[in-house]
């Protein structure tokens, strides 16, 4: 699932409600709100929230990631992860600055470094 216009500029956001499912990779240029459930990976240009009822079973790549609800599996935030209060984080994280709200749930490592696949980041073999 791909989101742009026609013109092959930016949506902006796109919403996925609660009680939608998405089986499959969810790619956009735009800023993503997860309320639904997705199983797949999320790939995003701009900012992914997951909210409170959301939940992705595979990868999360964003420039700030938020979340609120779970994810099963890595999460690369080119700029900034918040792990809300309510949030349960199974998997790795890559990304440069972390926020974790009391209560937050994060079973995995934790890389700040570098975002994963950014220029900046070390050699493949390390």
Same mark, same amino acid.
């Given at each position: 699932? =791909?989101? =742009? $216009?026609? %013109?092959? *500029?930016? !949506?902006?956001?796109?919403?996925? @409600?609660?009680?939608?499912?998405? *089986?499959?990779?969810?790619?956009?240029?735009?800023?993503?709100?997860?309320?639904?459930?997705?199983?797949?990976?999320?790939?995003?240009?701009? !900012?992914? $929230?997951? /909210? &409170?009822? /959301? &939940?992705?079973?595979?990868?999360?790549?964003?420039?700030?990631?938020?979340?609120? +609800?779970?994810?099963?599996?890595?999460? %690369?935030?080119? *700029?900034?992860?918040?792990?809300? @209060?309510?949030?349960?984080?199974?998997?790795?994280?890559? $990304?440069?600055?972390?926020?974790? &709200? #009391? +209560?937050?749930?994060?079973?995995?490592?934790? !890389?700040?470094?570098?975002?994963?696949? @950014?220029?900046?980041? #070390?050699? #493949? !073999? @390390?």
């Amino acid at each position: 699932m =791909k989101t =742009k $216009t026609t %013109n092959g *500029e930016s !949506n902006g956001y796109t919403i996925i @409600s609660s009680g939608v499912n998405v *089986e499959g990779t969810l790619s956009s240029d735009g800023s993503i709100r997860l309320d639904g459930i997705i199983r797949g990976d999320v790939n995003c240009e701009g !900012n992914v $929230t997951i /909210g &409170e009822q /959301g &939940e992705v079973y595979g990868k999360v790549n964003g420039l700030s990631i938020t979340i609120g +609800g779970k994810v099963e599996g890595s999460v %690369n935030a080119k *700029e900034k992860l918040m792990l809300e @209060s309510r949030a349960d984080l199974k998997g790795d994280v890559f $990304t440069k600055i972390l926020i974790v &709200e #009391a +209560g937050a749930r994060f079973d995995g490592k934790s !890389n700040m470094g570098q975002s994963k696949g @950014s220029n900046d980041s #070390a050699p #493949a !073999n @390390s």
